[in-house]
Structures are given as C-alpha cells and as structure tokens.
DNA sequence: ATTATATTTGCCAATATCTGTCAAGACAAT
DNA sequence: ATTGTCTTGACAGATATTGGCAAATATAAT
C-alpha cells in the first residue's frame, strides 16, 4: 500500500538527484530499506525523520505529519467505527492542551 | 494509563455483579489479564471484543469505538504533529467513502 | 487481628512483530 | 549482453506483546 510519506519522500529524493544507494548512505541502512519506505513496506523509524528531513532538505513538521497520518490511517483503514473514534480522539486532544 | 475502554468495562462489569474471576471464565482468560485491561495495562484483542460486547450487554460499536479511540491516542500522545495529522486523517477518510 | 475473598503487580516464557541485510530478479538504457 | 538502478522475498536477530502464574496488596466480614 502506497504512503503518503513514502510518495512525498521519493519526491524529495528524486528531485534532489540523490539515488537510493546515496540516501541509503547517509541514512546508514540498506538501500533496499528506502526503496521499500517509498513505496509503503516499511515504515521509517520515527527517529530518523529529523535526520531524514535534513538531508532532502525538507520541513522536519511536513514529514513528521505524513508520517505519523500514515500511522494513524494504517490502524483505522476498514475499521467499522473509524470515524466515532477519529472524532472521540480530536476532542480529547483539544482538551489535553 | 487510564483507557476510556478499560473504565467503561470495569462500569460494565460491576453494574452486572460481575467479579473480575467471573469475566476472566466467560472470556477464557486468565484473572489477572482482565485486571490489567481494565487498568490499561494491557490491551484487549479486537477480535474479542464482540463477545464481551454480548457478555456485558454493551452495545458492540460502542465498544469498538474506544477500544479504537485508546489505539489512536495511545499512537498521537505526546506527539507534535498529533493536530495536523489528525485532520490529514480524517479528511482522508471521508474521502474514501 | 484473623480470615476469606477480590484485585493488582511483577515476572517469565512463548509468540508475534519489526528491522536490517543479503541475494536474486525486474527494468531501462546503451 | 552489460551496466546501473530499483524491487522483492527470504532470512536472522532484535524488540515488543501476550498470557499465565504466583506473590503482594487491598477489601470486607466476623
């Protein structure tokens, strides 16, 4: 399954010149990893995101976001009361402030 | 951490005079899960909430929708981007209906 | 205070999930 | 056919989650 992280990171990438093997290398893991985080297999670790952004240059906030959207859309995709609870938890949230 | 899911069974639960050995039976499993469940210790499988559902008399989407919403908060918690990412979601899914 | 009952907690082993690596395959371009 | 890039599947090690037991703690009654 796609990503919005996964897209949004190859567009990053691609535009950069930077080929898998080159991101793969300053991110320290295997190439096959990123070719995998772009097209959805993986997820990246949340920890690397900053390094990440840093790299393709990109807003830290913009990525965190896709990525954690991700997350979210992952756990409620085909649930039956998604939307109940998406509303239940954006109000608590507003009051957690 | 306290889990609107676990409250509500514990509410549930005593309202039917029902000791925690009791439910453990009903639901096969051991005294001390159902313990940490309703304390938030642990979490129940989604799959088996449509028979406590039955065995509380609960209505089985009110159920699901905590036990989804404790999900979705446990992932946002503490998170930056909790905000933005939710609304990304929700757009998201009501895009796909 | 002692007993009996209910609940909570810490710990362990079993299981499941995640992470990175490797090797083989697919795909283009030349 | 060779080269360079990307993709895929299988694997092993690391982590996380789960259920169960047993000990600790709480609660209630006498």
Not at 3 to 15: A, H, M, P, V
Not at 36 to 60: M, N, S, T, Y
Not at 66 to 72: K, S, T
Request: proline letters at 2%; a positive charge; zero cysteines.
């Amino acid at each position: 399954m796609l990503t919005q992280f996964g897209e949004r990171i190859r567009e990053l990438r691609t535009k950069q010149n930077l080929l898998l093997r080159q991101l793969a290398s300053l991110l320290d893991v295997d190439t096959s990893i990123i070719s995998k985080i772009e097209r959805g297999d993986r997820q990246l670790k949340k920890e690397q995101i900053p390094l990440l952004a840093q790299i393709l240059k990109a807003d830290v906030e913009e990525l965190q976001t896709l990525w954690l959207a991700d997350q979210l859309y992952n756990m409620i995709q085909g649930e039956p009361m998604a939307d109940e609870a998406l509303k239940s938890v954006t109000k608590k949230i507003k009051k957690d402030k």
